[in-house]
């Protein structure tokens, strides 16, 4: 007989023990879709590796590749807290990126220290603006966030396109959808010579701080883990749901912006329509693999980096397909969520 | 511009309805799901995953029916995965759902790619042929609209009917329908909650799996990776359009599916002035649309996301 | 009686939830044709108890036989429903156990055809329910849902589910929580009359005055234990409430005479407008003074939530003025209520007294999270909320693993102790104290009533909405009665007439 018992509390161990071992997990389990293929399993384990640990370079681009995951990571820690559900964070991104581009690429007329901070605040307006909506419509109509972040995904994607063969098309792109560069000035610097990260990732260092300490310490951040843990409870001791809501949101929203501005700004220097392969949804992956923990996202972004990163090389020395790293992404998100079940409840036998 | 004479011919209804297959199938599926208690946002996910096992099987060479059986089992499969995770466990129904979606994309993209290292052009399959009417086909405007569908879209049709049977005339719909608004009542009459409720979420994923398989064995004859876009949400918000009615599912794809017809035929005549994206957004508008005009006063299965365990009163 | 054979016997059946020994090594026996009343105070372990026979939880050691219809004791499967259920053995549970979105008829045959058959006789079902209704009195619309029933007739739906099933033996949990005094006894009377055909009855209850009017052997639960039993005729009250509670009843706190002063609410013409009946409220005339109890007697889902909901600053009258301290109500919101001194103990404590993943330290500070003591410029005074939490635990004796333990880890009286102390500790002016001890043992309930005249004492007004008749006519220095959302003056305890009131409550008396 197996007895399912609710636990009093996780146990420090395993919450702090499970993201790590859920992680190993998937790693573990992606041993079956390279055998089925065909690979020789350690030696694409080692590839994996060396692509991630192998050089300096290599490690610069598993940070750079970590630098949007950190911030979509944030902008779904953020709104899971608060138990608002923003799948959107992959169109907010392409809006940041497009209102980067609008800012930055000189059509605004701003003195040149004025301009990287401009493109910051644009990015990150334009994507608390995309989350508006939905909010606006969860909190005063009841309609469930998830399904219209998810589709205006796909509206906002296509309004980057339909602008980029546009108004924003480069004149001199060769005919390829693509924008205007960036101006010098308004890009984000460099933080190794040779190296692509950029400052993007002290942005989003900085972002997971100050989400930690306003979530922990601040009396907005009380209001947001309040309206998440019981909304009915918040709103019976006064405080207001909508506007938490609506605040949370725009947080959010900013946050996938800035991870649009980033790889704009930071590393392409110009947009195109396939800016993100799926750093949005991934974000989502990042901030459960976190347990919603700011800080913890840091964490998991470098992981979910390094598997993409890592699985890219491998699958171009091996010939495996490298949507190996999106399946194994996968399997972490569902190790870690039977994982949590194990956290809460304990199972006896007899 | 000759916009309303479009909806006058044959070739716009027909197409209609061929573009509401999948979602008929879909909506069902989280219909099914939904009305148990248990959302699915595997939906999309099952759809790609469908869509590619239906056509790979045919591909390797087993039937079209085969194939559809292939794309059913997959459907199912993950389908069982995402009950595991929420019923007995208990855990996220959301969490679970965006985790399936991921699982079944990525499997059926990385089989894809393993099995057809990149092509040039992806192979094709033979897929099902309009069945015809045969001596109904002169049945004006009813005759050339329903003899251009194929086996599957009178599978779809047949399986709203079926649908609405089991949940309204039978007693296993009856408890189906009860477990979504109070497990309590199920349990106590002796019943199994966790057995209901992972039984509705394996035949609503077949359901969705099949639905995807249509892309693939019917509507087009290839798999291209992206090609489910978004399809599976538009189910979802859907479902709560069609007040989890089987009719009024029906309602809601094939008026769904006019919409896109309509669009893809007005972008050939108005292509010149409106850029295409335009075209392609009004499916998802439409949807957001529908969603907030039918969450108002919806009434939804009172057990919806609420996980249930034994012996906890 | 005696003479009756045996039809069930509990033996020895324990179970423990975590640290909480809800049962132990409990043994009851039941004859044919008895009806026996299961008594105890709120966690006791009755339903617990009930819940095995059932089914519904798996015990941890016993074993339970119930007699087969030529009479031998069989031992039945343990921790199935359906097992129970073919034993015969039916429950009508304290919570209903009804699918809403299904009729009468719907809810009954519910489980009682096969899954996967198709021939179903719905017709043949129907004429039986149709029958069993008129044998037993217990009528209610077959083709209405059960959204749209009474509470009334929902029990009886659950009674005749029982029914539908051939049960021999029949548990009640706490039937008469949800019905007018007038109903109860209309209840009882037609379990009387069905156990005189030879059901075997089982009802729960706390109250002790239906338990020594309607059974015929009582059996008293303490702590979990089965702690003795007798015929309700050779019982004696006072040593049966000393067995309840385990020795002397604590002394019934009994508030002074009071010396009201001014109004602290006062709501002319206020009402609600709503679809539900049960949300609404008609336009009422009241007032509560400062330095009174007013007491609103009333049968569940006669709109006390309207009520509450209007006096916490949850929702706006559709018509009429609300007066707060003499002043009219323009926001209304919670923040507004909280701010302008109103103390609000909510109904459903765990739904919308505490987020329980959070701490009790954070749960006591979540009202005033703008106050200088919580918060300076938008930060939180964590020190000074973890002392304070500490000082006020202590002073309101809020039990736990302590001030930064998840506030889901305490027990139900403890989560009453830091809501009240929440409120009590801000000196409101007035108290709105919803069902304030539902589901509380004696001692805690006692604790409760004591703050609440304490508050009373230093000045405030308060406003106890209980579905406690009992606790209402104790602890008020006024009652009014509650029927259909219309509140009427019943007068004051000492004078009042309690069946006029028992009428009123069901709307029946001018």
Known sequence: MIRIEPR??????????????????????????????????????????????????????????????????????????????????????????????????????????????????????????????????????????????????????????????????????????????????????????????????????????????????????????????????????????????????????????????????????????????????????????????????????????????????????????????????????????????????????? | MDLLSILLTDSFWAASLRIATPLIFGVLGALVCERAGVLNLGIEGIFVAGSLAGWLAVWLGASLWGGVAAAALTGAAFGLLHAVLTVPLGLSQHVSGLAVTLLASSSAYFTYRTVLPNLAAPPRIEPFRPLGLGPLADIPFLGPVLGQQTALTWAALAMVALVWWVLNRTALGLALRAVGDNPDAVDAQGLSVHGLRIGAVVAGSALMAVGGAFLTMSAFDAFFIGMVNGRGWICIALVIFASWRPGKALLGALLFGAFEAFQVRAQTQAGAVLPSQIFLMAPYVLSIVALTLAARGADYPRALLKPWFKGRR | MTQAPVVLRLSGLSKRFGAVQANEAVSLDLRRGEILALLGENGAGKTTLMNMLFGHYLPDAGSVAVADRDGRLAALPLGQPQAALRAGVGMVHQHFTLAENLTTFENVILGAEPLFGFRRGRAAARARLKALMARTGLHAPLDERVARLSVGERQRVEILKALWRDARILVLDEPTAVLTPQEADALFATVAGMAADGLSVIFISHKLREVLAFSHRIVVLRAGRNVGGMTTASADARAIAAMMVGGALPAQPRPAQAAPGAPVLRLSGARIDAPEARRRLAPCDMAVRAGEIVGVAGVSGNGQAALAALVSGLARPSGGTVELFGQPVTRFDPAAFIAAGVGRIPEDRHHDGVAGAMTVAENLVIERLGDPAVSRAGFLRRRAIADAARKICAAYDVRGPGPEAPARLLSGGNIQKLILARVLDRKPGLILANQPTRGLDVGAAAAVARRLIAAKARGAGVLLISEDLDEVLALSDRVLAIHAGEIREAGAPATLDRDRLGLMMAGEAA
């Open chain 1, 8 to 350: 009093e509390a996780p146990p420090r161990a395993l919450r702090w023990g499970l993201p790590p071992l859920a992680a190993l997990a998937a790693l573990a389990l992606a041993a079956i879709p390279l055998w089925l293929a065909g690979a020789d399993v350690t030696r694409a384990y080692g590839l994996m590796a060396q692509g991630v640990f192998g050089s300096a370079f290599a490690v610069s681009e598993m940070l750079t590749r970590a630098t949007p995951l950190i911030l979509t990571g944030l902008a779904a820690a953020v709104a899971f807290r608060a138990r608002l559900w923003n799948i959107g964070a992959e169109g907010q991104l392409y809006l940041g990126a497009l209102a980067a581009v609008a800012a930055g690429t000189g059509a605004i007329d701003a003195p040149p220290w004025a301009l990287a901070p401009l493109v910051i605040a644009a990015g990150a307006l334009a994507g608390a603006l995309a989350m508006a909506a939905p909010t606006v419509m969860k909190a005063r109509l009841g309609v469930d966030e998830v399904v219209t972040t998810l589709l205006m995904n796909f509206v906002i994607i296509l309004f980057v396109q339909m602008m980029l063969e546009g108004p924003f098309k480069d004149p001199m792109g060769m005919g390829w959808p693509q924008s205007e560069p960036m101006v010098e000035a308004a890009m984000l610097p460099r933080l190794f010579d040779r190296m692509r990260v950029h400052a993007g990732l002290l942005i989003g260092l900085a972002a997971a701080l100050a989400a930690h300490v306003a979530l922990s310490r601040t009396t907005w951040g009380f209001r947001v883990r309040a309206v998440g843990e019981n909304p009915a409870a918040a709103r019976h001791a006064g405080i207001s749901v909508g506007r938490t809501l609506l605040g949370v949101g725009a947080v959010s929203g900013a946050l996938a912006g800035l991870a649009g501005v980033g790889e704009v700004a930071g590393l392409k220097g110009y947009l195109t329509a396939d800016l993100s392969p799926g750093f949005g949804y991934a974000g989502i992956v990042v901030a459960m693999l976190a347990g919603l923990s700011p800080l913890g996202v840091v964490a998991a972004a470098l992981f979910v980096a390094s598997v993409f990163v890592g699985a890219d090389s491998m699958s171009r020395a091996l010939g495996v397909s490298s949507y190996l790293a999106d399946l194994i992404v996968a399997l972490s998100l569902i190790c870690v969520l039977a994982g949590g079940f194990l956290a809460r409840y304990r199972v006896r036998m007899g």
